[in-house]
């Protein structure tokens, strides 16, 4: 027989946070009890602040039921509704604060979602050739200038139109716009590639129905991704955004930071053009890189 001792707390309203919280004594990892604590509290939170219907709560489970539905190896779904609630945003700069030193972090984003393939730098990551010729340079060094070796600079973007090659299969070359460099010796890398453009992320999920409750648009401004890996240094996601493109303000999933805006200057030196297998105009952008050390 249960002794009132061996009971558990009775639900109610005015304790239900505890009560649930306290069914939890038994987890053994301490920091999935700690997230788990914390998140039972403001979940119980806002629901006594919103009071939802019992329809709205439905409404609120189909929403993400059909949010996990439109998930699939080329697009997922819960990670652009992160990335529109500025969840990702706050995660990245939570998890790599910049110290003052090294390059800002920004979103991973929904389309880093096949591996870039190896190329040689210099090579133009543009395989269908269509869009504005540009050139992107740069140097990876650590918190102290010292230049960094070996490191791998993963790129990808979108096209001249606004797409992701993952966005149209078929119809452009797998890895369109995408690349894995090796920087040399003195940190520098450099390839070629077309100017970006700015494009809406997808919009005809529950994530676009939720942008269009709010007012909110779905645009993100013109950007180059960039993830860098160099051992003894912190791992970096970050963009590069063309300072003349449009939405910088108001991008759709706050990646923007001030820092990492870049003019995409114009080059018209037919000699430079030639020797680096361009036309006689072309964009170029200069974008160096910190990383912190591993242990900092």
């Known amino acids: 027989m249960t002794s009132d001792a061996d009971r558990g707390e009775l639900f109610s309203e005015e304790r239900s946070a505890e009560v649930v919280v306290n069914s939890m004594e038994g987890t053994r990892d301490p920091r999935l009890r700690q997230v788990l604590d914390s998140l039972v509290r403001h979940l119980h939170d806002f629901v006594k602040d919103v009071e939802p219907t ?6 609120a489970i189909a929403f993400l ?5 439109k998930c699939d190896a080329a697009r997922q779904e819960f990670v652009l509704l992160s990335d529109v609630l500025g969840v990702s945003m706050l995660v990245e700069t939570i998890n790599h604060r910049a110290k003052g030193v ?3 972090s920004t979103v991973l984003g929904p389309f880093h979602v096949v591996e870039s393939p190896p190329r ?3 090579a133009d990551i543009c395989l269908d050739h269509r869009g504005e010729p540009c050139l992107v340079t740069g140097r990876v060094t650590g918190p102290d200038g010292e230049p960094v070796g070996g490191a ?3 790129v990808w973007q979108a096209d001249a139109e606004g797409y992701y090659d993952v966005q149209r299969p078929g119809e452009v070359p797998p890895a369109n716009l995408r690349g894995l460099f090796t920087t040399q010796a003195d940190g520098r890398f450099w390839f070629r590639t077309v100017m970006p453009r700015h494009y809406p992320i997808p919009d005809d999920g529950p994530v676009g129905a939720l942008l269009e409750a709010t007012g909110r648009h779905p645009y993100r401004p013109a950007h180059i991704h960039f993830l860098v890996r160099a051992a003894g240094y912190a791992p970096l996601t970050t963009h590069v955004f063309a300072a003349d493109s449009p939405y910088l303000d ?3 999933v706050f990646g923007v930071k ?5 003019d995409f200057a114009v080059v018209e030196d037919p000699v430079r053009a030639a020797e680096l297998g361009l036309p006689d105009r072309f964009r170029e952008v200069e ?4 990383l912190l050390r591993a242990e900092e």
């Open 65 to 69: 039921t059909a949010t996990g539905h």
């Open 54 to 59: 019992e329809e709205e709560w439905g409404a």
């Open 152 to 154: 791998t600079v993963d």
């Open 250 to 252: 108001s991008d759709a």
């Open 120 to 122: 040689s730098l210099g």
């Open 287 to 290: 974008f160096d890189i910190v």
């Open 102 to 104: 090294a390059t800002e």
């Open 258 to 262: 001030p820092d990492l805006v870049r």
